[in-house]
T-cell receptor, first 118, second 113 residues
Framework: AQTVTQSQPEMSVQEAETVTLSCTYDTSENNYYLFWYKQPPSRQMILVIRQEAYKQQNATENRFSVNFQKAAKSFSLKISDSQLGDTAMYFCAFMKHVLTNQGGKLIFGQGTELSVKP | DAGVTQSPTHLIKTRGQQVTLRCSPISGHKSVSWYQQVLGQGPQFIFQYYEKEERGRGNFPDRFSARQFPNYSSELNVNALLLGDSALYLC????????????FGSGTRLTVV
């Protein structure tokens, strides 16, 4: 069974600085996807960034980038130029390809609560 | 375009009662999934439906059931409610065959007393 581990329950960063959130996962699959979701107090899960396992290039979305280490099964999120609006719970998630057995379901980590301080 | 909409936003029920939660996916999305998020934890997968067929079920008791309608909206039913069913229930939709991640609704907060 796949598992996702986020070892940092809470983190804080000063506005405009850079912060990295850690995530490790365990799987024997070769074809899968990894995601970072943000959940602000409004409760809605918002997709931040997505990585396909077969792509070696790390995904980037504006101020958000990942460091994907497939062999180490590590998937960290870097937030540059942190903004007050980045304050939220961040979840790392794993998903097998939709056409595989049990594919298409997200497996989430426990989350990291990020506070951006002015 | 409207996002994923869920109703109601909040609900209080008594132990032993039954509850129905509703979800309308983004227009054009044919896959709907349900997740349970207990306070302080990550969401746990409950069900996935695609084209009105159940495609996946998580490790939840038979008290939990769901269905998808011809317009791709979905209902989640929970019978014989327990205190431990108190949680945020999230619905997510996606385009068929696309692994681009899911779009989530804002959830239904269920409190069982």
């Amino acid at each position: 069974a796949q598992t996702v581990t986020q070892s940092q329950p809470e983190m804080s960063v000063q506005e405009a600085e850079t912060v990295t959130l850690s995530c490790t996962y365990d799987t024997s699959e070769n074809n899968y996807y990894l995601f970072w979701y943000k959940q602000p107090p409004s409760r809605q899960m918002i997709l931040v960034i997505r990585q396909e396992a077969y792509k070696q290039q790390n995904a980037t979305e504006n101020r958000f980038s990942v460091n994907f280490q497939k062999a180490a099964k590590s998937f960290s999120l870097k937030i540059s130029d942190s903004q007050l609006g980045d304050t939220a719970m961040y979840f790392c998630a794993f998903m097998k390809h939709v056409l595989t057995n049990q594919g298409g379901k997200l497996i989430f980590g426990q989350g990291t609560e990020l506070s951006v301080k002015p | 375009d409207a996002g994923v909409t869920q109703s109601p936003t909040h609900l209080i029920k008594t132990r032993g009662q039954q509850v129905t939660l509703r979800c309308s996916p983004i227009s054009g999305h044919k896959s709907v999934s349900w997740y349970q998020q207990v306070l302080g934890q990550g969401p746990q997968f409950i069900f996935q439906y695609y084209e009105k067929e159940e495609r996946g079920r998580g490790n939840f008791p038979d008290r939990f059931s769901a269905r998808q309608f011809p317009n791709y909206s979905s209902e989640l039913n929970v019978n014989a409610l327990l205190l431990g069913d108190s949680a945020l229930y999230l619905c997510a939709s996606s385009l068929p065959g696309r692994d681009y991640g899911y779009t989530f609704g804002s959830g239904t907060r269920l409190t069982v007393v």
